[in-house]
């Protein structure tokens, strides 16, 4: 079971992985995450056990958005950090700590979907945790990187990218 707007990421994902663009395939995540959170702030007012009737496209949501988090701190931003200013080179600091409060609060929000507890403060703070991050790097990261980095060396990261794309089974 997929959960957000599988078709639109699929065809964003495409085009950024045609165009050797590794920003624009972190932003296809990015806009697919966010159509996830429209998705389940209809259903947090739904039953329990509606909500845990999403739990295999939660579970592969989670799987996604560790592979997010590993492109962007194994190969990401090692690869642009000496393209950009001293403050992008401070988000990009920033985002390895933002990263660990995703892990934990989505934990703690799979963990009241599995138990069918109250959702409503674990979603909440899932979702700001992932929606802060996401807006950090849209605006303070990646315009700097899209100024600067060259295409060869775009190709090479979003090949290294893909490759760790490629291990996500999918859905």
């Known amino acids: 079971m997929t959960i957000g707007d599988w078709r639109a990421y699929e065809r964003e994902m495409n085009e ?19 159509t996830i959170f429209h998705e389940l702030t209809r259903h947090m007012t739904a039953d329990p056990q509606e909500i845990r009737a999403l739990l295999p496209g939660l579970q592969h949501m989670e799987k996604l958005l560790d592979n997010h988090i590993r492109q962007e701190e194994d190969i990401y931003f090692p690869a642009v950090k000496p393209l950009v200013s001293g403050r992008a080179k401070t988000w990009i600091a920033a985002a390895f700590p933002e990263h660990e409060v995703i892990r934990m609060t989505e ?65």
């Open 16 to 34: 950024a992985t045609a165009a050797d663009d590794p920003t624009a395939m972190l932003v296809a995540d990015h806009n697919w995450i966010r």
């Open 107 to 171: 934990d703690d929000f799979l963990d009241a979907v599995e138990r069918r507890k109250d959702l409503d403060t674990d979603f909440r703070s899932f979702q700001s945790a992932l929606i802060q991050h996401l807006d950090n790097e849209e605006e303070f990261i990646f315009p700097e990187v899209t100024a600067n980095l060259d295409r060869e060396a775009a190709r090479g990261v979003a090949l290294q990218m893909q490759r760790l794309a490629a291990a996500v089974p999918e859905p």
